[in-house]
Structures are given as C-alpha cells and as structure tokens.
C-alpha cells in the first residue's frame, strides 16, 4: 500500500517545494517508487525545482477532469529512474481540484507508486486542503520565526481535525517537524528561535534540520534538487531527514555546538 | 566584564521575546475559547439588544474587544450613551 505524504506549512515561502523536490529525489534514490504530485494549482514551481518544465503537457487537472490518463500526465525524472512528477496548472484555478478527483488520482497512483509526496500550496485554502486530505504523514515545514511557527500551529490543528483520518477517525496522521532555514549562528546569540524552542511551542517529533544554505538558491537555478549536492549541508541534511522518514536513527548535524558552549560559557538559557 | 555583558545581552536576544509570544498566541488559538472572530459579533448584537430595552443607542455606540495577555483576557465593553438619552419608559409612558 502506498503511503501519502503532504509537505506543507500554512506559511508560505517556507520552503515547501524545495523540501517536496528533495525529499522525494531521496525516497526514490533509495529505491521506493515515488511520485511527487504539485497542488499548488495557479502557479506551479516544483516543474522548475525538478528541472521538467519543458517536458510538462498535462497535468494533475486535466487528469481529475478526464481530459487526459495519469500515463500521459507524469513526468519521468531524468535523474532518477523511481521518481516521476505530476505537475499542477498553470491556468486553471484551485476550484477544479474536486475532492472526488483527487481521490480517485490517488487511488490510481497508489496501484504503482510505494511513496506519493504532496506538494502543498501555502495558505489553508481549498488547495492545502486537498493537498493533505488524503495524508498518511504530514512534513511540518517551519522556520524559526513567528508566523511561520504559529501557522504551522494552525495546520496541526487542520490535520488533527480535518483529514480523512481525522473524521473517519483512524489513526492519526502522523507529524513530522522539519525546521529549514536554520541559522546556527544567530541562535546562538540569542537572535533566532532554537530548535529546542520550535520543538517544545508545536510538541512534534524531529525529522530534520536544514540549515539556511547558498546551496539551495544554486539548486533552485540549475533545476537539480538540492539533495544531489551531498557535500552541501543542506543536500546532506536533507538525506539524513529521508533516512530518518524510512526510520534509521541517525543523529541531527548542522544544529552547531556552539550554543551549548555559549550557555556553558555565559549562562545563557534565555528562556 | 563588558566582554561576558556583551555575549550576555546577545543571549537575551529578541528570541527569547519570541518564544514567550508564541507561547501565548498558540496556547490560546488552540484552546475552544479561544475564536473571538465567532463569538465577539454576536455578543456585540446582543449586548446592543439589551441596553435597547433602556436606552436609544446605535449599534456603533457599544464597541466590544478583547486583550489577551500572558495569564488572563480581558474582555472590554465600551458604550457611549447619547448625550441626552431618553429611557425607554418616559417614552411609552
Ligand atoms: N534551506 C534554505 N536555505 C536557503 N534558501 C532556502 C532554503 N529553503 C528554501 N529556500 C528558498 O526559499 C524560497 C522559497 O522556497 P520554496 O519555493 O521551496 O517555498 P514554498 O514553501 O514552496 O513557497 P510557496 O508557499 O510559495 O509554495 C526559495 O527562494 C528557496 O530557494
Ligand atoms: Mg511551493
């Protein structure tokens, strides 16, 4: 049985797509086959993230309308023989995404796909909404900063309340913290919020840190998730999030010593 | 000493300032009472209903909000009477 994952956020801007892009690059390089679905109908971007933009002839609303099949819709990744994207429209807007027919894609994708990663649009909209209805997991995109950490709030709110799981009451979807954008060096001195600090407001487990990365903008220009870059922090802090997703332990890096050494030093703790 | 005040003041950084706000905010909007938007517009109505029954107010005259702080909300009730206000009675009497 596949399993649904969404990645949103509430906020936008957080990284989302980024975090969609590279995610799903890493469940298909460690051999589950993967879709990567782009709900952001109006103004699709994972196209351009997973450098497709070009190969795009139908997408994820022509294929609720019966306008064209799933086959002709996806996407082979050219990197990657597992992963295939379904891209959004650019044209029509969120209204078109039909309960009914998301359901139905997603049934469909669930016969051949191990992994289907929802791309979610920002916002609690009918487009978000949709995009994690359907949701086994749920990737929390948040940065350390305070709208984005109270919209994320909300959508744990959302997902406890208004997801299938949520109103046939099954088990819950499961919740997953990914804090991007992370600077060390401003949290040590005390000018962004900590990952003890995120972590304890929204009380959800850790799947990862992303440090704030140039890495990510040259990702975003060649059309190359930034996951392939394995030297680059960001790249290697998003493999070791797929690795914990797929359930190895493996400890969180690029979160610095530094502060502890800073609170050691000076007595800091500024709580 | 400037030396450990200067990394001192630097831990006291604006995110602790942060956390404490957050704290707050999502305390409340995760608790049932916490949906003002709901409830606030009817009350308004009902409270211009009643003090009706007494005296001639416009609806614009009662202004209701709400001030949520660290431990408490306060809820603060404003209603400005006209200047000669007539009660209801002398009227129907
Ligand atoms: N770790 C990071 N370091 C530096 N820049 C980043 C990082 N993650 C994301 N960004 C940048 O942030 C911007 C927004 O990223 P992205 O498009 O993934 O966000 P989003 O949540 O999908 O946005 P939207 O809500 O509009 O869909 C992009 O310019 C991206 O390059
Ligand atoms: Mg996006």
Known sequence: MAKIVVVTSGKGGVGKTTTSASFATGLAMRGHKTVVIDFDVGLRNLDLIMNCERRVVYDLINVIKEEATLKQALIKDKRCDNLFILPASQTRDKDTLTMEGVQRVLNELAHDFDMIVCDSPAGIERGALMALYFADEAIVVTNPEVSSVRDSDRILGILQSKSLRAETGEEPIKEHLLLTRYDPTRVSTGQMLSVEDVQEILAIPLLGVIPESKTVLHASNEGVPVIWNAESAAGAAYSDAVARFLGEQIEHRFITEKKGFFKRMFGGGSK | ?93
């Open chain 2, 1 to 93: 000493m400037r030396f450990l005040d200067y990394f001192r003041s630097k831990n006291k950084g604006t995110a602790s300032i942060a956390k404490e706000r957050l704290q707050i905010i999502v305390a409340h909007e995760r608790s049932d009472t916490s949906k003002p938007a709901d409830y606030i517009g009817q009350l308004q109505q009902d409270i211009v209903e009643v003090i009706r029954k007494y005296v001639n107010i416009a609806q614009e005259d009662v202004i209701v909000s709400l001030d949520r702080s660290d431990s408490c909300s306060v809820l603060e009730l404003n209603v400005t009477l006209p200047d000669h206000y007539q009660p209801r009675e002398q009227k129907s009497a």
